[in-house]
């Protein structure tokens, strides 16, 4: 092994986080503690009403629980760690850690959009072939919808970071960033990481830009047929929850996009951290409200999970 990689090796990065400012410090770390509360809040509530209520069962709760579930996961990757840099002195992450961390940080990330795509296309099925619904998304298309999602994410992931582990970081070992991501990190390397980008165009393309372009149509199709619905308050309700739907996944894949197919001699730290808050706490945050708490059955759900918990807390008194 050669002398950039043994410095690379033994070298922690220092993650210099959302600012370096002291006095900024303690601020953003009530903001964002909220923000992750809220999201693991919300997303939590959800996986546990749909899994108790019997009237939740259908496909699309099916999928809405395992989204859940990943933007649960998927917050809990990187923002802990950001809080805990925010009032402490050491943000240091050894190589090690800094790898695990990508890892299951590109395979939730991708299972989100994979798991974004399938509940599209079940919105799709139901309403533009409603009579074939319960044939089309049956529990076991679900499931495999659910297990190619988490399968491909994590062959995504690996691929990754068996590249990124032959990088040499001889020089600087200053991330500025709140977490290991690709493009500081590969600005930070000292050998030719062509290959990385090249896969992150053509590969990485694969597994995101397709799901949102299988979203576009899907929404598209649903669109033709809501305009088509005798009734305006029903054309009404059903365009302002497909726009929220749009507006969240934008916001999503939007800021993906941005931060991930530029060129890393093109990046910018500063405004590929603000991108990165909007996936990585903000849609987490905003899909518990956007797909489930303007649902009545989920209400309801809810409503039954806080009655049961608070009979069992009276019971114990």
Known sequence: MDTANESSEGTPFILLGLTTDPRQQRPLFVLFLVLYMAGILGNGLIVAAIRVSPALHAPMYFLLAHLSFADLCFTSITVPKMLANLIAHDSSISLAGCLTQMY???????????????????RYVAIRHPLHYTTRMSRAVCTALVGTAWLVSHAHSLLHILLMAHLS????HRVPHFFCDHQPLLRLSCS?????????????AAVV???FLLILASYGAIAAAVLRLPSASGRLRAVSTCGSHLAV???????????????TARYEAERGRVATVMYTVVTP???PVIYSLRNRDVQG????LFTGWRRISAGDS
Do not use: K, W
């Not at 990481?193 to 990485?204: D, K, M």
């Not at 996944?249 to 060129?263: D, E, S």
């Open 104 to 122: 299951f940080f590109f395979a939730v990330g991708v299972t989100d959009s994979c798991l974004l795509a399938a509940m599209a296309y079940d």
């Open 169 to 172: 970081f001889c020089a600087s």
């Open 192 to 204: 030719d990481t062509r290959h990385i980008q090249l896969l992150i165009f053509t590969e990485g």
């Open 209 to 211: 830009v397709t799901p």
């Open 249 to 263: 996944v934008g916001l999503f894949y939007g800021t993906v996009i941005a931060v991930y197919f530029q060129p």
């Open 285 to 287: 945050m905003l899909n």
């Open 301 to 304: 759900a809810l409503r039954a």
